[in-house]
T-cell receptor, first 112, second 114 residues
Framework: GENVEQHPSTLSVQEGDSAVIKCTYSDSASNYFPWYKQELGKRPQLIIDIRSNVGEKKDQRIAVTLNKTAKHFSLHITETQPEDSAVYFCAASKGSNYKLTFGKGTLLTVNP | GAGVSQSPSNKVTEKGKDVELRCDPISGHTALYWYRQRLGQGLEFLIYFQGNSAPDKSGLPSDRFSAERTGESVSTLTIQRTQQEDSAVYLC????????????FGEGSWLTVV
């Protein structure tokens, strides 16, 4: 089955700096790659996703890139703010009718 | 409803007792998922429903765990003879099951086995 590896497990940055979280996946048939943000004690919430027919997607300060050949995708957060502090999970799926397999998460801390 | 609803939000049970956790997905969502999240850990897949059938139940950790879904709506996750290692947040999620696979999570049911 699918295996998703996520790095780093913890990341500390200064406010205003950029943060990058990287994930690799094992199943070349995977074609959907979402990112979830989970604040302490809260549910995971989708922040951005990308499908295999595009290489990059941006939404304000957040961007995701996908390299299908290398089977890795990354989350980029620019101009980080303290409210960006949370655990971020990447995931991969073969699309509708298949489960999402999650990475183990990255604890991002943005220091003011 | 407006979002995925789960109950109870918190449950404390004695070791060896059975528990039932309920999930009410977003109206019209055909796909429903159960995940488990231990404290400070990642999201562990348990089971997936498409309609009332479960094409993937590969994540259920033992035969003490079972789930059902009726009316293509509400799902119940049952844990029999609970053990302390079952303590975790049980997250339900749903998706439209059509275009893509965007899933939306409920707030979770926090289970503590004492």
């Amino acid at each position: 089955g699918e295996n998703v590896e996520q790095h780093p497990s913890t990341l500390s940055v200064q406010e205003g700096d950029s943060a990058v979280i990287k994930c690799t996946y094992s199943d070349s048939a995977s074609n959907y790659f979402p990112w979830y943000k989970q604040e302490l004690g809260k549910r995971p919430q989708l922040i951005i996703d990308i499908r295999s027919n595009v290489g990059e997607k941006k939404d304000q300060r957040i961007a995701v890139t996908l390299n299908k050949t290398a089977k890795h995708f990354s989350l980029h957060i620019t101009e980080t703010q303290p409210e960006d502090s949370a655990v971020y999970f990447c995931a991969a799926s073969k699309g509708s009718n298949y489960k999402l397999t999650f990475g183990k998460g990255t604890l991002l801390t943005v220091n003011p | 409803g407006a979002g995925v609803s789960q109950s109870p939000s918190n449950k404390v049970t004695e070791k060896g007792k059975d528990v039932e956790l309920r999930c009410d997905p977003i109206s019209g969502h055909t796909a429903l998922y159960w995940y488990r999240q231990r404290l400070g850990q990642g999201l562990e897949f348990l089971i997936y429903f498409q309609g009332n059938s479960a094409p993937d139940k590969s994540g259920l950790p033992s035969d003490r765990f079972s789930a059902e879904r009726t009316g293509e709506s509400v799902s119940t996750l049952t844990i029999q003879r609970t053990q302390q290692e079952d303590s975790a947040v049980y997250l339900c999620a749903s998706s439209s099951g059509s275009s893509g696979n965007t899933i939306y999570f409920g707030e979770g049911s926090w289970l503590t086995v004492v």
